[in-house]
């Protein structure tokens, strides 16, 4: 070998030996770089809030940070959970206490005595007096048939019964038809003369809600008058939402507060819950019956309604406790050492301080019951931040799209240069 031979080759391992140094220094560069940044992210991470990370969305926190955050917390137990409904209502008529005055006969209204919406009446209340010539007619037959029946003795054919004394009950069923009552009859029968005015009674007693009629009005048989509604009870018609319509039955107990009696609630029953649904409310009536033996709850007003549907006992946690996301709802367990747990749970029944739990915690258990949504936001942010820096140490091990082809790119292309098929193209 020659003299300028031997110095060219020791230039080229030279050569060799600088390159693999500045690449292993490159690579040395890289994983020390992306170390740091993962370690700056990290204690980022450490510095927000003074909340250390731990892995699965929960939060460390030493005694201090309990304190400072003002962070409590309640127990997963078996309660009493009453299941109660709030909504609204309006006071309407019982409809199984109204009544329609419509007279038998037809006449002129000679005299009227219910004279106005509102008014008291009684039952048996003469509410108008009517002229009707038809009854008239009727009167002065039964005076003759009972004429007849007296100076006429019976049918003189044996087995045969007399036609007066048929004549005289004819004219007696008449008049009762007509709801003249055995009192009137019995008057018309001892003085002979029939009355030039029938009275019309009130069926039951109530108040007037409804007034059709005016005095020297002429009326038709069977035309409505008057309607009257006894309010010794009234109905509340409330309102209940679609999920709340499975939770009332009849026989559930409702507590009903009226702005017009403040401090003074009245108590009903369930008596009956509508078969259909409003379709644009998307709500199902429900019929309370409620006492009013004073009168003081009046058709049209509004209520507050509580319904009390039932009470059972269920693991329950408080209502504070629960977060909802949208998509699930969890609670933040203690799990010890000062970690507390992002737990996904299932919800059945709420009430009013409780809410029941399906599955996702025991018994025994401790939630948190204050600052949850400041525990979730940081419990999202630190998944977020992990979630980035496996990101950034990915990014990190590529290499750039502008680096120039190293000398193991060449080596490479050499490989592929040597495989069958793959030779490259003849330089010109």
Not at 105 to 128: D, H, T
């Amino acid at each position: 070998m020659t003299r300028r031979a031997l110095i060219l080759w020791s230039a080229a391992a030279v050569g060799l030996l600088l390159l693999i140094g500045m690449l292993s220094a490159r690579r040395i560069s890289r994983k020390s770089s992306t170390a740091s940044a993962r370690s700056s992210a990290s204690s980022e991470m450490q510095g927000m809030a003074g909340m250390n990370m731990p892995p699965g969305g929960s939060v460390s926190l030493t005694p201090d940070q309990v304190r400072q955050f003002g962070i409590t917390f309640g127990t997963v137990q078996m309660r009493a959970l009453s299941d109660e409904v709030r909504t609204a209502g309006i006071v309407v008529v019982n409809e199984t206490r109204i009544a329609k005055v419509t007279p038998k006969f037809s006449g002129y209204v000679e005299q009227l005595y219910g004279n106005f919406v509102g008014q008291s009446v009684r039952r048996g209340q003469v509410l108008a007096a009517v002229f009707s010539p038809d009854l008239v007619a009727a009167e002065q037959e039964l005076i003759l048939s009972a004429r007849l029946s007296s100076t006429t003795g019976s049918s003189s054919v044996p087995g045969v019964p007399g036609t007066t004394t048929d004549l005289l009950s004819a004219a007696r069923e008449r008049l009762r038809l007509w709801d003249v009552s055995e009192s009137q009859i019995r008057e018309v029968l001892t003085t002979g003369k029939p009355m030039r005015t029938v009275p019309i009674a009130s069926p039951a007693s109530g108040v007037i809600l409804d007034k059709k009629v005016v005095q020297g009005q002429a009326i038709q048989a069977g035309e409505e008058l008057y309607t009257i509604a006894d309010l010794s009870d009234v109905w509340i018609d409330a309102q209940l939402r679609e999920e709340d319509a499975g939770r009332v039955g009849v026989g559930a107990s409702a507590v009903l507060q009226f702005t017009s009696y403040p401090g003074r609630p009245y108590t009903g029953r369930v008596t009956y819950v509508y078969p259909t649904l409003a379709e644009q409310a998307r709500t199902v009536k429900a019929r309370i019956t409620v006492p009013n033996p004073d009168g003081r709850l009046k058709p049209g007003m509004y209520a507050t309604v509580t319904i009390t549907a039932s009470t059972a006992s269920a693991l329950t946690v408080p209502r504070s406790a629960v977060v909802q996301t949208g998509e699930r709802a969890l609670v933040f367990v203690d799990a010890g050492g000062g970690n507390l747990r992002a737990q996904p749970v299932q919800l059945g029944r709420t009430g009013s301080d409780y809410v029941e739990v399906l599955s996702g915690v025991a018994a025994g258990q401790r939630v948190v019951t204050s600052a949850q949504f400041l525990l979730d936001s940081e419990s999202n942010l630190a998944e977020v931040m992990k979630s980035m820096i496996g990101m950034r140490g990915v990014q990190d091990a590529m290499p750039p799209m502008n680096a120039p082809a190293t000398n193991d790119v060449n080596a490479k292309g050499a490989d592929m240069r040597g495989m069958p098929g793959m030779a490259p193209p003849a330089k010109r």
